[in-house]
């Protein structure tokens, strides 16, 4: 009975661990785009009433092309693009106009591999559901 009793409060620590990283440090705090260890950058997506919201985002470029993930609990900037898939991206100190396209089928396949999540990341955002890939295409 105790070990049951201490792998309940191990997970119930674990699933205090997983929303503080993911809803403080991702979410509110969001790393800065200059300190992050990885290409970042910031998209910024508009809901149906027309409010802007940005987010800072890690991004992966493979065959000359720009890809975003919503691989974390949280995904509201997702569906927002994907609602209204002209989005606003600064990448690198330069603004630009994109549209959001989903990826999927061999495409998803070839980035999901190219780019996977290793265990550590996955645990740190507590196994979070299956990923979803938009590539960002400029526009004009």
Do not use: C
């Not at 995904?75 to 999927?104: I, K, Q």
């Amino acid at each position: 009975m105790k070990v049951l009793k201490w792998a309940g409060y191990v997970f119930a620590g674990y699933v205090v661990f997983v929303f503080l990283f993911e809803a403080v440090f991702l979410g509110w705090l969001q790393p800065k785009l200059d300190d992050a260890p990885v290409p970042m950058l910031v998209i910024t997506t508009t809901d149906e009433s027309g409010e802007s919201r940005d987010r800072r985002l890690a991004r992966f470029d493979t065959d000359g092309k720009v890809y975003v993930s919503a691989h974390h609990w949280p995904r509201g900037w997702y569906h927002r693009a994907v609602a209204n898939p002209d989005v606003r991206v600064e990448m690198d100190g330069v603004e630009g106009d994109y549209l959001a396209v989903p990826v999927d089928g061999a495409e998803f396949a070839r980035v999901a591999n190219e780019f996977p999540l290793p265990f550590l990341i996955r645990f740190l955002m507590g196994f979070p559901p299956e990923r979803d890939i938009l590539r960002l295409d400029p526009v004009g």
